[in-house]
């Protein structure tokens, strides 16, 4: 089963930057809608933006608009997850996932991979 993996977590003062990526298991033909969200211990999954599959529509929680930013290179298959001027409120273990829609409900996506860790220290 194709899983999305995700990489580029760590540990960041507040202010500063990270890029998340995102990227299929195994090869696929198939292009999809891609959503990032995030979670921290005792809270529910929360929306952070999704992009669509071919790059052209982004869509933002109010959390992050204008600090972070999507975009793809579906040549290689990889989905990128811009933050900058992080917060500490941005910590959690980030998740991307696909859907065929375009979506901020967890419910509408699968392929769900393991998360990485972001920490943003104050």
């Known amino acids: 089963q194709v899983l999305l993996v995700e990489s580029g977590g760590g540990s960041v003062q507040a202010g500063g930057s990270l890029r998340l990526s995102c990227a299929p298991s195994e090869r696929t033909a198939r292009t999809y809608n891609v959503g990032w969200f995030r979670q921290v211990p005792g809270k529910e999954r929360e929306f952070v933006g999704y992009?669509?599959?071919?790059?052209?529509?982004?869509n933002y929680a109010d959390s992050v608009k204008g600090r972070f930013t999507l975009s793809r290179d579906n040549a290689k298959n990889t989905v990128y997850l811009q933050m900058n001027s992080l917060k500490p409120e941005d910590t959690g273990v980030y998740y991307c996932?696909?859907?065929?829609?375009?979506?901020?409900?967890?419910?509408?996506?699968?392929?769900w991979g393991q998360g990485t860790r972001v920490t943003v220290a104050s």
């Open positions: 992009i669509s599959f071919s790059g052209d529509s982004a």
């Open positions: 996932a696909a859907s065929t829609v375009r979506s901020d409900s967890p419910s509408q996506y699968f392929h």
